[in-house]
């Protein structure tokens, strides 16, 4: 199967500090659920409990194949402080074919299940 045929996308979600960001980010990509995660600060405006709420956050951004994301979901949510943790995927329709060969190489192959690594 090429690159071109399988799917990948970009997972993300935040978290309220750059260490747990980091942690979370390493845990994911230790478990290969991720074959790479991009932590960076953001700026968050966002209606929570009735108002409007703002907050500085760690953005995560995750690339994997699209078959994982159900797998990464759960890990994220396992391991995340937020009641409610964002968790987006966003379908990657196109790239470089080497790059995506890497990230299907990079990541869990079919049929596996996560060690439960804790970050």
Do not use: N
């Not at 199967?1 to 935040?14: G, N, P, Q």
């Not at 396992?78 to 990541?107: C, I, M, Q």
């Amino acid at each position: 199967m090429t690159a071109s045929e399988r799917r990948f996308v970009v997972v993300t979600t935040t978290h309220e500090s750059e260490e747990r960001a980091r942690a979370l980010a390493s845990a994911v990509v230790r478990e290969r659920l991720a074959a790479c995660a991009q932590v960076y600060p953001v700026r968050s405006v966002y209606w929570w409990d009735g108002e409007v709420q703002e907050a500085e956050e760690w953005r995560i951004d995750l690339k994997t194949r699209a078959e994982l994301v159900d797998r990464l979901g759960a890990f994220v949510a396992g391991r995340h402080s937020y009641e409610t943790p964002e968790l987006v995927a966003v379908p990657v329709t196109g790239g470089s074919p080497g790059y995506l060969d890497w990230v299907a190489a990079e990541t869990a192959p079919e049929g596996t299940t996560t060690q439960g690594a804790e970050d």
